[in-house]
């Protein structure tokens, strides 16, 4: 999808006039169902899509057509043509359509604004005071008639905000009906020259009662004034005192003018039976008042009209007639509400803000609150029960449940949150903890249309979760241009790429209707994810699943090296519980998800750990979770075999209980190196514990071939009585016994043949046939040549190693069902030719005698 598509739709105007609001609101639904209607109308036309234009600018720009889009520059060419500065300079669209915030149309509502303030003041006194206007104030009149119809014409281009999804409408069309069906009657009937159509009419009194409809410019002044105190810049009080004192005299002036139009309306011979005619201050009579100067007229009646409303007439000024003391019955009753209603809001200015004030204001704010989202009556007693407290405390806050306990902000979160959080995909399978940590710890917020969220490219610190609205993502495709790549909806999440991957954001997310979203922050989701490791890893890998229009090696290596970070940390935290003896926070950690046989960088577990340290209760609880027990680290270390180098031998005899051995690569040289050493208590606890005295090195020399060729008497002791025979030979042919004699300890060279007649007493064989009787040595054969390719290579088979060659090769192709004349061959691909060569556990290969 590019920034300009061209689509079909029906001609048929009034279809399209009805669709025009709709689609400001859903921009795609609109241009799939013009696509879709293309083929049903003959008189078919293209035109330009300015949704899906305004939907598809620039990424780099977003920001800045934002706010050409609010200004009402909106050109379809590019935005440094002539047309476009054009448009900007003077304030239109090329469908002639002016924004409200123009600097051109603020600067007329200025201009109309003081007509208004002009005709709001003078029609009560041109209907009072006035039976047909002189001329320079008839020419005056019919500018301001001008004026105002001006200002009629350009309402039917002024854009509005759509009450319901609060985009900017640009239409004609609605902006015309919209128009059409509110205020414009009003207006048109405002400018009619009532004046003229007096006089016309034979100065009939009743045509100028429609004079009063020109009052409706009132509501001009009102938004003035509304707007005024929402401006920071002007203080508040001061706009709110000079609008009552507006009011104030509006209302005094209005009742001024009718008072004297009671009076005129009696003939001149009865003028004596008016207020005024017959009102004599001091020696100045007024019983020829419509020859006394205007001014002086108007002052009277504004000075009755305002002291009749404040009750401090001293009786000089009085009604004289039925109709006088009808309006001033009515007049004195209207006065009393607006007393109070100038005293109760000078009141309220002058002790805003005291604890009885605040208390009522919260209390107000806190019952909106609670009704627009229909809590129920148990957390409702209890805000109010809380918030009667502070009161009766003296204890305030400024936010409206800021105040409420964390446990009572949960329940609430929990009952407004819950049902959005657990549908959103990217939390899929998590637990229900898990779940309860989110939704307790969100924000709601709200967005207008039009509003970027996140900028591609940007770092992004804040997840979001969509309740309620449509927004878009809008990446940048390889020309440069844009594409909407997905909507998102309710129940939809963005910004998770970002902060799970530590990546920059990769697509911009704009609001296409009014959106209500739920936010939490980088730091907190992080924080719940290092307590809830497997709910951690179920997110990464839903996020990996849903989010196939994201899907690639990019994605996915990101990801992957995330999980693999944090599973990394996860052991190191494990294995940090058990060598600290941590058994709480080792069952915490288990608890959330972490895998007790994962490990560090160096292969090590949490068994390792604590078998090395000794933690008996450690090592238990590990066992009970069914952890391997022979597990070896990168450098062949098991659990037992670190219990018994660092002498725990509790934690030791515990692992050999439940199955572990001491079976480990390179046994014959570690063995060997102990008993070099001459660490006899290390050496007995390794025999003790399993391992075998009889294990070989390179050199097939066994620990009693090293004990003997060092003289060390002792060790070849405690080898003998753990059961090492005195008949292995090594690479040379040498037993121990030859290694004796060459050392020439005459007391070792005793015990071995000593320890020679015994074993041969025992067992009636050559030496030979006793070391493979008592030590049998094992191999693996496998039936491919060990240069093949892996995908050649198949599974082999573990034999005891016979007499000869022959037999093992026979032995081995039966097993593995390998036909033809065959050799066996060393891992470097050596041709074997004796068994002697083969070492035990040694790895062989079956193979044609032509391989």
Known sequence: MTGKKNVKAASKEGEEEGKQTTSSSTPLSHSRSLSSSSSSSSDEKEYEVQDLRDRLKSSRGSRFNLIENELGLNSRW??????????????????????????????????????????????????????????????????????????????????????????????????????????????????????????????????????????????????????LEKDIRVNYITTRIVKLIVVELYCTHTAACIFYYLATTLPESQEGYTWIGSLKLGDYSYSHFREIDLWMRYTTSLYFAIVTMATVGYGDIHAVNLREMIFIMIYVSFDMILGAYLIGNMTALIVKGSKTEKFRDKMTDLLKYMNRNRLGRDIREQI??????????????????????????????????????????????????????????????????????????????????????????????????????????????????????????????????????????????????????????????????????????????????????????????????????????????????????????????????????????????????????????????????????????????????????????????????????????YLKRLLSNGMDPNSKDYDYRSPLHIAAAEGLYFMAKLLLEAGASVFSKDRWGNTPLDEARMCGNKNLIKLLEDAKSAQLLEFPYSSQEFTDKMHPKKCTVFPFHPWDPKDNRRHGIVLWIPHSIEELIKSAAEQIEFSGDSCILSEDGGKITDVDMIKDGQKLYLVHETQ
């Open 384 to 681: 109010k029960g809380h918030v009667r407290l502070q009161y009766e405390s003296s204890y305030t806050e400024a936010a409206v449940i800021q105040d409420i306990p964390i446990s009572i902000r949960a329940k609430i979160s929990q009952t407004l949150y819950l049902p959005y959080i657990e549908q959103v995909s990217l939390f899929k399978g998590c637990s229900a903890e898990f779940i309860n940590q989110i939704v307790i710890r969100i924000h709601e917020e709200f967005f207008l249309p039009g509003e970027v969220i996140m900028q591609q490219g940007n770092v992004v610190d804040q997840l979001y979760f969509v309740c309620h609205g449509v927004l878009e993502e809008v990446g940048t495709a390889e020309d440069g241009s844009e594409e909407t790549v997905s909507l998102l909806q309710r129940h939809s999440s963005f910004g998770e790429i970002s902060i799970l991957c530590n990546i920059p954001q990769p697509y911009t997310v704009r609001v296409c209707e009014l959106c209500r979203l739920l936010r939490l922050d980088k730091q907190t989701f992080t924080n719940i994810l290092d307590i809830y490791f497997y709910d951690g890893r179920k997110v990464l890998n839903n996020l990996l699943e849903g989010k196939e229009s994201f899907r690639g090696k990019q994605l996915e290596s990101d990801i992957t090296l995330h999980i693999g970070k944090q599973e990394a940390e996860l052991a190191l935290k494990v294995n940090s519980a058990a060598f600290h003896g941590d058994l709480h926070q080792l069952k915490g950690l288990i608890r959330a998800g972490a895998d007790p046989n994962k490990t560090d960088y160096d292969g090590r577990s949490p068994l390792h750990l604590a078998a090395s340290r000794g933690h008996e209760d450690i090592t238990f609880f590990l066992i009970q979770e069914r952890v391997d027990v022979n597990i070896k680290d990168n450098f062949g270390n098991t659990p037992l075999l670190e219990a018994v180098k660092n002498g725990n031998d509790r934690v030791a005899s515990l692992l050999v209980k439940e199955g572990a051995s001491m079976k480990i690569e390179n046994a014959g040289s570690f063995l060997n190196t102990a008993v070099a050493r001459g660490d006899s208590d």
């Open 78 to 227: 590019s935005k440094f043509s002539r047309q476009a500065l054009f448009h900007g300079i003077c304030g239109f669209s090329e469908d002639f359509v002016i924004h409200p915030d123009n600097r051109w149309y603020r600067a007329w509502t200025k201009f109309i604004l003081l007509w208004a303030v002009y005709s709001s003041f003078f029609t009560p006194m041109e209907f009072g005071f006035f039976r047909g206007l002189p001329e320079n104030l008839f020419i005056l009149d019919i500018i301001g008639q001008l004026a105002f119809l001006v200002d009629i014409f350009l309402q039917f281009f002024v854009a509005y905000r759509d009450s319901q999804t609060y985009r900017m409408v640009y239409k004609r069309t609605p902006i015309a009906l919209r128009y059409l069906k509110s205020d414009f009657i009003f207006d048109l009937l405002g400018c009619m020259p009532w004046d003229v159509i007096f006089k016309a009419s034979g100065r009939r009194e009743a045509v100028r009662y429609l004079l009063w409809i020109r009052l409706y410019r009132v509501r001009k002044v009102e938004d003035f004034f509304h707007k």
